[in-house]
């Protein structure tokens, strides 16, 4: 009688099959609006389910398909396959008119973080006012890092989540490197170096951030 109630037990606690695990995953991401950590993944699904491999399966199948799962930082997320992104124009593409203070400010935090104000400063050439860092994160694409350990302990900047599913990319590692952004235009062209694709600047006739000592580098 004990050994059949302890193999009863013991199947109540059983993992479901992991067909049926990826099922749950998947309904989980579609039903988020943001990206979720796989800690939070985990802790909606049952007893004994092993979400990292649940999400390898699902990543799999999903290749090739109009939308797939990818890796926003450390959490996941469904999106539309690039190539296909043309078909969502009306509803996706969200003009943002930065200054060009704000956009040299975000490609430095992102280049190089974690960064302090005095170094971005120092990159720049050109002091940087409160209000455009305070923009940025208004916009929650940079934060607050770690401070230095250094003398007056200055805090650091660094680029969100939000900032890399916005540009598509999985980490700071996947920006593109100089000799993208010279195919792309963004080093002749300027904006500046560093800037990111789906950012507009400001005319500087129109203003931008006043605050900042000069708006553009000559």
């Not at 062209?189 to 006043?210: K, L, Q, S, T």
Request: overall charge negative.
């Amino acid at each position: 009688m004990d050994s059949d109630l302890a193999a009863e037990n013991e199947t109540l606690f059983d993992a479901p099959p992991m067909a049926e695990q990826e099922r749950m995953v998947e309904a989980i991401l579609f039903a988020s609006a943001e990206p979720l950590s796989m800690r939070e993944i985990s802790e909606r699904l049952p007893h004994g389910c092993d979400a990292a491999e649940a999400l390898a399966h699902l990543r799999k199948r999903y290749e090739g398909r109009g939308v797939r799962l990818v890796k926003v930082g450390d959490a996941w997320a469904f999106r539309t396959a690039p190539d296909l992104g043309f078909l969502m124009q009306k509803e996706r593409i969200e003009t943002r008119k930065l200054s060009r203070a704000a956009i040299e400010t975000l490609a430095i935090i992102a280049y190089h973080q974690p960064v302090t104000r005095a170094e971005i400063e120092e990159i720049r050439g050109v002091s940087v006012s409160r209000g455009t860092l305070d923009m940025l994160m208004d916009m929650e694409w940079i934060r607050l890092g770690r401070r230095r350990m250094t003398p007056g302990r200055p805090v650091t900047f660094v680029v969100t989540q939000a900032f890399l599913d916005h540009f598509g990319l999985e980490s700071p590692r996947d920006l593109p490197g100089i000799r993208e952004l010279r195919e792309a235009g963004l080093l002749d062209n300027r904006p500046p170096p560093g800037a990111m694709p789906g950012i507009i600047a400001d005319d500087p006739d129109e203003g931008g951030a006043p605050d900042d000592q000069e708006e553009m580098f000559e």
